[in-house]
């Protein structure tokens, strides 16, 4: 039963356009959110994080948006680079199903933006 | 250099090898992990540890034998390995256990794994 879930796998966008990248979850229960950037050969660098009492978090070009209520996050790029272009992953933290706590990965989205 | 090194990069064994995987990291933490990427699968949490003591066993078959000397090296041991588990094997660590899930944990570049 996957809690975190990227049901695009990949995603392509126009270089300075924005780019979009969802995440559903289904474990109330999570208490922080990430986003990892991950290229190939490398292992995934952490990019932003939100809290579930809040409903925005802003670094830079990264905006992460949190709808409790619809169990949906995103992180939006903009505007996007080619640098950008690399496979990310969505995160929750909190206790698992047998009470730990832990960190719960998706599957990962591709981002390839085109110059 | 991301502060946790992982070697090898990368590995082929035969399912009746025994080998060793090693990470070690330079920034202070004190909680470390290992985690499995499959190919289209989620990133999957195998052990962790806090403090040089096992937290963490999310059902990991013995074939897998983590060990912890000090809070900087973390080894996996793998013994008579099965073609479905190669996969990437990311080594990540925290300053703790609760503040790395909040903060993020620093992975290092995997080791990819191949059995045959």
């Known amino acids: 039963d996957q809690q975190v879930k990227q049901n695009s796998p990949s995603l392509s966008v126009q270089e300075g356009r924005i780019s979009i990248l969802n995440c559903d979850y289904t474990n109330s229960m999570f208490d922080y959110f990430l986003w990892y950037k991950k290229y190939p050969a490398e292992g995934p660098t952490f990019l932003i994080s939100i809290s579930s ?11 992460v948006f949190l709808n409790k209520s619809a169990k949906h996050l995103s992180l939006h790029i903009v505007p996007s680079q080619p640098g950008d272009s690399a496979v990310y992953f969505c995160a929750a933290s909190g206790h698992s199903g047998a009470g730990s706590y832990q960190l719960t990965f998706g599957k990962g989205t591709k981002l390839s933006v085109i110059p | ?47 962790v540890y806090n403090f040089k003591e096992q937290t963490e066993n999310n059902s ?26 190669s996969a990437l094997y990311l080594c990540a660590s925290s300053q703790e256990r609760g503040q790395g899930a909040r903060y993020g944990y620093t992975f290092g570049s995997g080791t990819r794994l191949t059995v045959v």
């Open chain 2, 60 to 85: 990991v078959p013995s074939r897998f034998s983590p060990e912890c000397p000090n809070s900087s090296h973390l080894f996996l041991h793998l013994h008579t390995l099965q073609p479905e588990d």
């Open chain 2, 1 to 47: 250099e991301t502060g946790v090194t992982q070697t090898p990069r990368h590995l082929v064994m035969g399912m009746t090898n025994k080998k060793s995987l090693k990470c070690e990291q330079h920034l202070g933490h004190n909680a470390m992990y290992w985690y499995k990427q499959s190919a289209k699968k989620p990133l999957e949490l195998m052990f």
């Open chain 1, 53 to 63: 009492i809040k409903d925005k978090n802003e670094d830079g070009r990264f905006t």
